[in-house]
């Protein structure tokens, strides 16, 4: 009897310990997924909840409505290579040595030693891939199967860098586009129609085969970057020409990628994130985007040439329908993508800061960074944004006030002026930057001098003639 009755106890001990166990597995969720979404040359009123009026864009409104949205994000430069570099790092671009827009075939990309988002997260268990553009080296070893990516499929530059646009004739003296799949050029682009739709099938692939483990999905889109490319299912369909039907398309992709994070049970638990590189290419006229109320576009540092359109989405995480107007730079991207991971961050010095305090709202209104700074060329140092402020050194710049704009494919020409005095903007009044106040505010001029000459120690400034030291080589093919 005695042994009837322990052999009973054992038996419910056994289901008792293995029930709890169950329920103590139930509770251990694995890390968020992450979704990086990224396009070419947007402007900051190309989305409805950013302004658009006449583009539809459900999707993306829809994803604002169930996360957050910042009205004060910068791109990390305002041009293709260095904006993704800064992204994927963490860094100032030209920390890590990266300026301007590679050329096809020049010999320099991402060196190796930096850190990418990728393979922070490949370190922590991730599984990696990327859809869509790369730029940051096309030569086999900066390719993104190298930088951390366990799948590739995209073009490895500018959908523009190729002999022949659309009624436009020759312009680049360059081979055909490649379309890649890993490290194999699988097939030449002449027609990019069904290039946005590739991507997407690919993510939407990628997220399906990956469901019950951790992955992180980089999205970057070549559109809307001219030439514009849209599939028959959305040509003619917005209120703003075919650019306007190339971000509906864009944002049908990201419906079917939050529908497929949705069908495999995966929405509540992953991180999605949307904004784009930099500011529209104005002369490209009604190719090109709208960076109003803002003033200027891509390739300046004013702010129509950095202010984009950001929203993030992460159910499990982030409190709903809010707007963050506290300044936030893609360098911040990694850092903040490492606290919610728990993954470590790179050994190298690296400038972005986590602005998940700010994101989850406890109170803390302010930017972790004391300030940003806006680079472009090489190394030349334009402004500096500091709380409310903006402040721009002499330098030179384009613009397209008083040219003709470009149209339907052709581009307008961009005349060069110089800044010749410090200037200051308060944004909190002025987003079009109009009124040059510098004269009234001698002691927050006086305060941001300071904080460059800071910066300028570290990473130097080509416009004064100095050298940093805290910069490192990109990578170089002899």
Same mark, same amino acid.
């Given at each position: ?55 539809? @864009? ?36 030209? +920390? ?48 993104? @199967? ?116 949705? @069908? ?5 638990? @992953? ?41 993030? +989405?992460?159910? +499990? ?5 809010r707007n963050i107007d506290t300044p936030v730079m893609a360098i911040d ?146």
């Amino acid at each position: 009897m005695y042994r009837s009755l322990s052999f009973c106890i054992l038996v419910l001990l056994f289901v008792s310990c293995k029930n709890n166990a169950e329920v103590v597995a139930s509770k251990v969720v694995k890390p968020p997924n992450v979704v990086l979404i990224f396009t070419d040359d947007q402007g900051y009123q190309d989305v409805g909840v950013f302004g658009a009026h006449d583009i539809p @864009t459900p999707n993306l409104d829809r994803m604002a409505g169930e996360g957050i949205k910042l009205s004060s994000f910068y791109a990390a430069q305002a041009v293709c290579s260095a904006s993704r570099a800064g992204l994927l790092t963490g860094c100032y671009p030209n +920390r890590i040595g990266i300026h301007n827009a590679f050329m096809p075939d020049s010999k320099i990309g991402l060196h190796p030693s930096e850190t990418t988002i990728a393979e922070m997260l490949k370190a922590n268990g991730y599984t990696t891939g990327i859809f869509g553009k790369w730029h940051l080296g096309d030569h086999p070893d900066f390719l993104p @199967t190298r930088q951390g990516f366990d799948e590739y499929f995209g073009i490895p530059y500018s959908n523009d860098m190729w002999p022949f646009h659309p009624q436009q004739g020759p312009v680049f003296n360059f081979g055909p586009l490649p379309l890649y799949e890993n490290e194999t050029i699988i097939d030449t682009l002449t027609n990019q129609a069904q290039l946005t739709t590739q991507i997407t099938e690919h993510s939407i692939d990628f997220i399906n085969r990956n469901k019950d483990r951790p992955f992180f999905l980089y999205v970057p889109h070549p559109q809307p970057h001219v030439p514009l490319f849209v599939s028959e299912k959305f040509k003619g369909k917005s209120g703003r020409g075919l650019y306007g039907d190339v971000i509906m398309e864009i944002d049908w992709s990201v419906g079917q990628i939050l529908n497929a994070l949705k @069908t495999n049970n995966l929405d509540e638990n @992953t991180v999605v994130i949307f904004t784009s590189d930099n500011g529209p290419w104005l002369s490209y006229g009604n190719h090109a985007g709208s960076a109003l109320p803002f003033r200027e576009g891509k390739g300046t540092a004013w702010e129509g040439g950095h202010r984009e359109p950001f929203i993030i +989405r992460y159910p +499990r995480g982030l409190k709903a329908g809010r707007n963050i107007d506290t300044p936030v730079m893609a360098i911040d991207i990694l850092p903040t993508l490492a606290e919610i991971t728990g993954s470590e961050l790179p050994d190298t010095v690296i400038d972005g800061k986590s602005v998940w305090k700010l994101l989850i709202g406890d109170g803390e209104e302010e930017s972790p960074q004391e300030a940003y700074y806006f680079y472009y060329r090489v190394n030349e140092l334009h402004g500096v944004r500091y709380g409310k402020w903006k402040l721009y050194f002499p330098h030179n710049y384009r613009t397209m006030q008083g040219q003709q704009p470009g149209k339907d494919g052709l581009p307008g020409n961009y005349v060069h002026l110089d800044l010749e005095e410090i200037e200051l903007y308060d944004l909190s009044e002025d987003l079009g930057e109009t009124a040059n106040v510098a004269g009234e505010y001698p002691e927050v001029v006086e305060k941001i001098k300071q904080l460059a000459d800071t910066m300028r120690k570290k990473l130097g400034d080509s416009l004064k003639e100095i050298e940093g030291t805290e910069n490192r080589l990109a990578g170089t093919i002899e």
